[in-house]
T-cell receptor, first 115, second 108 residues
Framework: DTGVSQDPRHKITKRGQNVTFRCDPI?????LYWYRQTLGQGPEFLTY????????KSRLLSDRFSAERPKGSFSTLEIQRTEQGDSAMYLC?????????????FGEGSRLTVL | AQRVTQPEKLLSVFKGAPVELKCNYS??????LFWYVQYSRQRLQLLLR??SRESIKGFTADLNKGETSFHLKKPFAQEEDSAMYYC??????????FGTGTSLTVIP
């Protein structure tokens, strides 16, 4: 296990297109988080899963964003009808259950550019 | 609501000088505070957490609930400490909130 992996690493798309990002967490981690990071900002919380259940979703998240974790393993983040403002780095992180270390393990991110 | 503030976007110190990266937070509950670091071309990774009261790579951070601060300190900065540092808070709902980060440059 080499850690959290994300795919693709880079995505360039035209405005209005749909994009999907995939995250494979560390195998024994049941919590999975999605963050968005823009230039000069820290990671901004989008949503998180415990196993296959989506427990929280940021109120800032547009309805164009949807995330799934169908079998409690990998997760996908889909953005529909992309806008230029969606250009950002999308980070995935996973962690062990609450009450343990609480440490987030991050992937390298998927960079989205919307033209 | 919770908020993490890092007032300094950029910080430069000379090698061997002390360094302090500031972090303030607001949260009505009992927070867990962390420092994450991102070295050039590497992924974001945990540096230290307040509950462990540990020193990692010579860095320490003390949670001051009275001042709602969790400043990161190191007595003698090294060139390899140059990186982006993020303070983070975990709430009781297991959501992590990050500050905007401080870019530390250690000048040889």
């Amino acid at each position: 296990d080499t850690g959290v992996s994300q795919d693709p690493r880079h995505k360039i798309t035209k405005r209005g297109q749909n994009v999907t990002f995939r995250c494979d967490p560390i195998s024994e981690h049941n919590r999975l988080y999605w963050y968005r990071q823009t230039l000069g900002q820290g990671p901004e919380f989008l949503t998180y899963f415990q196993n296959e259940a989506q427990l929280e979703k940021s109120r800032l998240l547009s309805d164009r964003f949807s995330a799934e974790r169908p079998k409690g393993s990998f997760s996908t983040l889909e953005i529909q009808r992309t806008e230029q403002g969606d250009s950002a780095m999308y980070l995935c992180a996973s962690s062990l259950p609450s009450g343990r270390t609480g440490e987030l393990f991050f992937g390298e991110g998927s960079r989205l550019t919307v033209l | 609501a919770q908020r993490v503030t890092q007032p300094e976007k950029l910080l430069s110190v000379f090698k061997g000088a002390p360094v302090e990266l500031k972090c303030n937070y607001s949260y009505s509950g009992s927070p867990e505070l962390f420092w994450y670091v991102q070295y050039s071309r590497q992924r974001l990774q945990l540096l230290l957490r307040h509950i462990s009261r540990e020193s990692i790579k010579g860095f320490t951070a003390d949670l001051n609930k009275g001042e709602t601060s969790f400043h990161l300190k190191k007595p003698f900065a090294q060139e390899e400490d140059s990186a982006m540092y993020y303070c983070a808070l975990r709430n009781t709902g297991n959501q992590f909130y990050f500050g905007t980060g401080t870019s530390l440059t250690v000048i040889p």
